[in-house]
């Protein structure tokens, strides 16, 4: 089955930097979409950064001009560069992926998640 890791995750002070990674393996006939959420503690998921259909990157607002998303499309991978951390960085990030795959014999269009991986950035 398709399954998706993250990386890079850890401690960092405010102002610095941190590179996330995530990488699709298994069996995967296309990616629609792929890209990062994040949810810290007592607050809802939201939305970090996803390259989405048409070749667009759709952006949260509190992130947009110090995060950079790239991607490896060799390797099934996408990062995401973090730049100028805030403490209200402070999250889980989980990365999301729509993908067509096949999941207990049923070929569809599916959304997987990955583990998540803990950024913690202190004052």
């Known amino acids: 089955q398709v399954q998706l890791v993250e990386s890079g995750g850890g401690l960092v002070q405010a102002g610095g930097s941190l590179r996330l990674s995530c990488t699709i393996s298994g069996t995967l006939f296309s990616i629609n979409s792929m890209g990062w959420y994040r949810q810290a503690p007592g607050k809802q998921r939201e939305l970090v950064a996803a390259?989405?259909?048409?070749?667009?990157?759709n952006w949260g607002d509190s992130v947009k001009g110090r995060f950079t998303i790239s991607r490896d499309s060799a390797k099934n991978t996408v990062y995401l560069q973090m730049n100028s951390l805030k403490p209200e960085d402070t999250a889980v990030y989980y990365c999301?992926?729509?993908?067509?795959?096949?999941?207990?014999?049923?070929?569809?269009?599916?959304?997987?998640w990955g583990q998540g991986t803990l950024v913690t950035v202190s004052s």
């Open positions: 999301n992926a729509d993908v067509e795959t096949v999941v207990q014999s049923k070929y569809g269009d599916f959304e997987l």
């Open positions: 390259f989405a259909s048409g070749g667009r990157t």
